[in-house]
């Protein structure tokens, strides 16, 4: 029987035109003799929201530290291809039972070993129910995975001190392809002992680790340095990174070009006219797996799972005008959504039935904001978009909110938290009662992943509490099947009853815009917008 073995570069679900963005990196001088190999990198981030724990981080402020500190079985290179880390081979000849070995004597930080017990002991409390954590959705396609008890995972077992294996409820094609993310990272032994402290003071086997025990200043920055330990294919070449949580992208643009940041990747909209002459041949405009959208609550009174919270949520995504928006606001550096992915994803279309609604229509939108008042009248009720004010939000929430009310006649506004912590925090304990931003940084370079997470019932970023059984239908259907062409087309036939019942507003999509210091060479930003820093050099 043939063995699927999947290696460098082997998982046939890679986008080609997401391989095509290794060509648009931007980056200093090729040099890198006079590079100073113990210079501390500065980069720009945000306080994470909870402790770093991996299966409990989904969102970039805490993603970018714990990608720096962990290594996984694989990782993502700048094309967003799988690269072997951790892992010595991952094999199947079903895609529905794997055979992972990992690579002998590999630490962590520690000394714990980072053998099978450490990913099969990790995995397994991610998924436990009881423990509540927010990547838990990952696990759901493992054998033993449930969401009503605390059930093991039995699809887990450790074969001997490098293997294990991993046996899914049904073939899953891209599961190789998943092993990258977060999520399936490895913990040590002593993290078990107190989780939450262990999230404080994390200790990984990544390619930097924390400077110290008090190296986490909150709601400030974060210091690493370089993990010796570490021998994959991110093996740093600078001395470290610091990564700075600013209030405002504008503060982190200010240092940036003062001197005092390294690297940035998010130009804020007030600089968006000026950073390219600011910057020169150091500034980054460049595709991104990156998909921006708001998410309305089915909580929400009026915007229920029902006739008339369909008619109000189509009337408010053809009352924004997102072309103006993209063009005034952001200047050339986002593009109007056509469907809930990213054009730089594998199976990407702008040709979805239904995507109509996503097109600027007044009329259209007046008239059925009109029938969904025939069924229950709206009266003088407010709708709000939250977001948080320290992330460069403001002016495109203020737009959005305008557009909205100029076209149907209804107060709108937005709702700003202080910061990022706060607002996903409201959004996570259901305790927010407006609508709120939302959006995808990609977890791993495949369509799925923009809509199990999201959207599937149960899923772990589904904030909205979204659930349509024919929706999760074509998910199974096309995660089960092996030919990523045919997976895809049930993907997009998802896509079209998301189109009908909008559980979340598409936008636009991002690309990536940044820049770098004088002194700093080698700068290359990846498949999903984040910097590599390991290859970041400094003189």
């Keep these: 029987m043939k063995i699927r073995r999947y290696g460098i570069g082997a998982v046939a679900l890679v986008a080609a035109s997401v391989l095509a963005l290794s060509g648009c990196a931007s980056s200093g001088s090729d040099s890198t003799s006079s590079a100073n190999t113990a210079a501390i990198i500065t980069a720009n981030g945000s306080e994470p929201q909870n402790p770093l724990i991996p299966t409990n981080t989904n969102e970039t402020g805490g993603g970018k530290i714990i990608d720096a500190i962990f290594a996984g079985l694989e990782y993502y290179d700048a094309s967003g291809a799988p690269q072997l880390d951790v892992a010595e081979s ?10 992972i070995k990992i690579k002998p004597d590999l630490t962590f930080t520690n000394g714990d070993p980072v053998d099978a017990n450490s990913f099969v002991d990790a995995w397994q409390y991610g998924a436990l129910l009881s423990n509540e954590q927010l990547n838990s959705y990952f696990f759901e396609d493992i054998e033993g995975f449930s969401y009503d008890e605390d059930s ?10 490098l293997t294990f294996t991993v046996t899914l409820k049904e073939a899953r094609s891209d599961f190789p392809l998943r092993l990258g993310y977060s999520a399936f990272y490895p913990l040590p032994k002593s993290a078990f002992a107190d989780m939450d402290a262990f999230g ?28 010796d330990q570490y021998d994959g294919g991110r093996k740093a070449q600078n001395g470290g990174l610091t990564i700075v949580f600013y209030a405002s992208e504008d503060a982190a643009y200010a240092d940036l070009l003062g ?3 390294d690297v940035l990747d998010a130009v804020p909209s007030s600089a968006f006219s000026t950073y390219q002459n600011d910057l020169g041949d150091r500034a980054v405009n460049q595709p991104a797996a990156i998909f921006q959208s708001f ?13 008339e919270g369909k008619l109000r949520r189509a009337a408010i995504s053809m009352a924004i005008n997102r072309p103006e928006i993209t063009d005034v606001i952001f200047q050339g550096t986002r593009t109007p959504a056509s469907d809930f992915t990213s054009p730089v994803i594998d199976g990407w279309s702008d040709s979805l039935e239904g995507a109509d609604v996503l097109a600027y229509n007044p009329d ?7 029938q969904a008042d025939a069924i229950s009248p709206w009266g003088d009720s407010t709708f709000q978009i939250a977001y948080n004010s320290d992330g460069g939000h403001a002016e495109w929430v203020d737009a959005v909110s305008n557009s909205v009310k100029n076209v149907l006649g ?20 259901r305790s927010i009662q407006t609508a709120f931003r939302t959006g995808w940084q990609a977890d791993y370079p495949g369509l799925f992943n923009f809509l ?5 019932t149960n899923a772990s970023s589904n904030d909205g509490d979204y659930s349509n059984p024919e929706f999760d239908a074509l998910l199974q259907e096309g995660s089960s099947t092996a030919d990523s062409a045919t997976a895809n087309e049930d993907f997009q036939k998802a896509q079209e009853i998301l189109l009908k019942d909008l559980p979340a507003i598409p936008l636009w999509y991002s690309n990536v815009t940044g820049g770098y210091g004088e002194t700093v060479s080698n700068v290359e930003f990846g498949w999903n917008s984040v910097p590599l820093y390991y290859e970041i050099t400094k003189s």
């Design 90 to 99: 991952i094999e199947t000849d079903d895609s529905q039972t794997f055979t």
């Design 452 to 456: 199990g997470p999201l959207y599937a």
């Design 259 to 261: 001197g005092n940041l």
């Design 364 to 370: 259209e939108a007046k008239k059925l904001w009109a």
């Design 295 to 307: 998410t309305i609550p089915e909580r929400l009174a009026h915007f229920g799972n029902d006739e």
């Design 410 to 429: 209804i107060n709108a506004s937005g709702a700003p938290y202080a910061t990022f912590a706060e607002a996903r925090t409201a959004i996570t304990d």
């Design 200 to 227: 404080q003071n994390p200790v990984g086997n990544g390619p930097y680790k924390l400077a110290s025990d008090t190296a986490w200043a909150h709601n400030e920055k974060i210091d690493l340095v370089v993990n």
């Design 152 to 161: 093991p995972l039995t699809g887990l077992k450790v074969v001997d001190d």
